[in-house]
DNA sequence: AAGCCAATTCTTGTATACAAGAGCGTTGAC
DNA sequence: GTCAACGCTCTTGTATACAAGAATTGGCTT
C-alpha cells in the first residue's frame, strides 16, 4: 500500500512548513497513532527523512526534526554554490534552445513578481528560475543533488529575502547568470551562480548575527 | 542491539567488494537466514543503502545491488570533480599546518607505493591522500559528501588506475595539488584537483570504449 | 534537604505473524 | 498446438508481540 511513501511526504510538510520545529521529538507511537498505521510504517519514514537530513536519529534515543547550527547552514550553502556553479557551468555548455527559452521565460516571471512584491510568489518564480538550470545541465545526478540540497536549505533561503535590496540585486544576477548562459560562457555563468549562492549564505550570516544582536 | 548497522556495513562491503554484483537480487529471506536475524534489520539495512545508491528498491518488486550505467558513472565523476575542486580551494585557503604536513606526507606515500608497483596499495594511499583534502577544506558537510561519492565510485576508479601510464601523471597531479595547496592559491588548487577527477572519469571512458570494441 | 542509587516504566529495536500484490505455471478451450 | 485466463505461490509491505536499553521518579542514605 506504500503507506511508508506518504508518510515520509507528510512529515516532510510539517517539517518544512514549520510545523514541526527544529528539535522536537518525533515519537513513533504518537505518530502511529495520529496517521492510523502501526509503527513499521513510520520507522520507515523516519529512516528515509533521516537519509536527507530532516530529520536525525539518535540510537535507542528516538527521531528528532534535525535542526542545524549556524555552521552546518554555512557549510551546506558553500557545497551548494559548488553545484550551481557547475550546473551552470555545464548548462552554458549543453542547454537546448527550447530550455533556454524557459529560463529566460522564468527570469521574466522573477522580475513581474518581484516588482507586485508579493514575497510568497517571487519565492516560486526564484525557485523555477533555478530548478530550470538544474535540468539545463544535462546530469540527472547533478541536478538531483542540487535540488536535494535546495530544498533542504528552504527554509533558511527565505529569511534573507526580506531585505528589500536583496530581491534587486539578485534579479541582476539572476540577468548575468541568463546572459553568460546565453552566451555559452561557461567559467563566467560558473562564476555568476556561485557568486549569487555565497552571497545568499552571507546575507544569511548578517541576518543570523543581527538577529543574536537584537536578543 | 543495533545490528541493522552492522549488516548495512557486511552488505556494503559484499558489493563494493564485488562478491554481490550489480543487478542482483536482494532477496529478504535469504539475507536474513545468512546473516541469522529477521528480516525487520534487513530492511533497514537495504533502505539505508538505498539511500546512499548502492541498492536499488522497486515496490513491491524488491532489492537489487545498483548497476550504474555508463552515463551514471560520469555524471558522478562529474559531480565528484565540483566536490573535490572545492575541498580543494577551500584548503588552500584554510588548511592546518599539521594537516599541511599529514598531506605532503600522504603524496610521499604515494610515490613510494607507486614504484613498488603494488596497485592496492597504491590505491589505498591515494585514497589517504584525498581524504585528507576532504577534511582539510574544514567543511564537515562538503567532507561527507565528497567521501561518500568518492565510496560510491571506488570500482569503477579501479579501472583506471590498470594503465601504468596513469600512475606517473596521477603522481605528478597530485604533485601540482600539493603545491597549489601549501601556496594558498585556492583557484590553482580547485582547477588541478576538479581536472584530476575530470581524467580519471575520461580515462575510465577510454577503458569502458576499448572493453566494449574487444567485446 | 540534597544527592545518589535502584526499580519501574516508557521507548526503541527485533522477531514473528498476517495481508496483499506480483509473477509464474498450469490447464483448458479454441 | 497455441494462447489466454485462472489460481497458486512467493515476496514484499504492514501489524503486532516481545526484548532490551534509557530515562525518570521515588526512596533511601548521608
Redesign the interface.
Known sequence: M?RAQALRDALEQDIVTGKLRPGDRLDEQSLAARFEVSRTPI??AL??LA??GLVELQ?RRGAFVASLSFR?VV??F??M???E??CGA?AARRITEPMQNELEKAHEACVREASQENADAYYYANERFHHIIYEACQ????AE?AQQLHARLKPYRRLQLRARSRVANSLAEHQGIVDAIRAGDSDRAERLLREHILIQGERLADFIASFDRAA
Do not use: H, K, P
Open positions: 506504500r520507522r520507515e529512516m528515509q537519509s536527507t540510537a552546518d557549510e551546506r558553500e557545497v554554490a559548488a553545484l556553479g557547475m555545464l546530469n540527472a545526478f547533478l543533488q
